[in-house]
C-alpha cells in the first residue's frame, strides 16, 4: 500500500493489471492530490503482489472501516503480507527528511479503530493482540534489503493524528514526550484491520519534513508530496530487494 506521492514506487512490479480504483464499485475513494488511485496486481521475484496505490485518510471524512476496506479486501483475497508506506513528519530530529524508516510500533491517536461498531467481527477476533503488530521477521529482512542496497535504514514510532492541518510545536513537543519519532495521518487503521485477520506486517516511514517547530520552514502539502516522489527510487529498489529475501 503507497501512501501520498509514493505510488511511483509500483514500479518495483512487473504488471499484470492496474485497475482504477474508480472503476471497482463500493470503493472507498480519495479526492486528495497525490493519490491516484488504483489497484494494481503483478509480479516480483515470482511473488504475486496487489498494490494499493492511494488510500483514503479519516481527515477526508472517512470512517476508520472505509480506511480498512482495501486491506479487509486484500485479506479475503488471501494476501498473508501488507506492506504499508506513508509520508511523515520526523519528530524525532536525528531523522533526516528525504530518507526511509521502518516503522516498529504505532501510537493511534486517531481515537478510531476499525474493530469498534458493529460489522468487524467478520473480520476475526474484535480485541486483537497489538503487542507485535509490526513484524519483527520482516524488520529484520527489510534491515538486511537495505544494507544489500546500501541504504540506512532507521527505526521508529509512528505517532497517527487526524489532521488534516499540520501539528502545533507544542503538540510535537508531546509527541515526543509520549515517544513518537514519526508523525502523520494515515496507516495505523489499514495495520489494525491487517492484524485482525493474521496478516504480516512491514511499515516504512518516508520523512518528508522536519516536523512543526522542529525547522523554520512552515509545513505543506506540495512539499509532502515533492519529497515523497524524490524517495520512490529508493523505496522501489529497497522493495524489490525486500521480496527477493522473502
Ligand atoms: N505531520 C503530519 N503528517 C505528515 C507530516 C507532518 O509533519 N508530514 C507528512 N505527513
Given at each position: 500500500m503507497f501512501g501520498s506521492g509514493l505510488s511511483g514506487a509500483a514500479r518495483f512490479l512487473e504488471v499484470d493489471a492496474s485497475i482504477p480504483f474508480?472503476?471497482?464499485?463500493g470503493w472507498p475513494r480519495s479526492a486528495a492530490a497525490g493519490h491516484p488511485g488504483r489497484l494494481i496486481a503483478g509480479r516480483v521475484r515470482g511473488r504475486r503482489v496487489l498494490a494499493l496505490c492511494g488510500r483514503v485518510h479519516?481527515?477526508?471524512?472517512?470512517s476508520a472501516a472505509d480506511a480498512a476496506f482495501a486491506v479487509r479486501v486484500l485479506g479475503k483475497l488471501g494476501a498473508g503480507m501488507l506492506v504499508v508506506t506513508n509520508a511523515a513528519g520526523a519528530v524525532n530530529p536525528a531523522l533526516a527528511p528525504g530518507s526511509l524508516v521502518l516503522i516498529r510500533d504505532h501510537l493511534n491517536?486517531?481515537?478510531?479503530?476499525?474493530?469498534?461498531?458493529?460489522?468487524?467481527e467478520a473480520f476475526g477476533t474484535r480485541f486483537v493482540d497489538m503487542s507485535e503488530a509490526y513484524s519483527p521477521r520482516l524488520r529484520s529482512l527489510a534491515r538486511e534489503a537495505a544494507a544489500r542496497c546500501g541504504m540506512e535504514l532507521a527505526e521508529g514510532v509512528y505517532a497517527a493524528v487526524l489532521g488534516p492541518n499540520f501539528e502545533t510545536p507544542a503538540e510535537i513537543r508531546f509527541l515526543r514526550t509520549i515517544g513518537a519519532d514519526l508523525v502523520g495521518m494515515s496507516t495505523v487503521q489499514e495495520v489494525i484491520a491487517a492484524r485482525q485477520m493474521g496478516i504480516e506486517i512491514l511499515g516504512i516511514s518516508c520523512v518528508t519534513n522536519l516536523a512543526a517547530?522542529?525547522?523554520p520552514e512552515p509545513l505543506s502539502h506540495t512539499e509532502v508530496l515533492e519529497a515523497g516522489r524524490r524517495v520512490e527510487d529508493a523505496l522501489a529498489r529497497l522493495l524489490a530487494e525486500f521480496a527477493g529475501l522473502l
Open positions: 474508480s472503476r471497482i464499485s479519516l481527515y477526508e471524512g472517512f491517536l486517531q481515537a478510531a479503530s476499525p474493530l469498534a461498531g458493529a460489522g468487524a517547530g522542529l525547522s
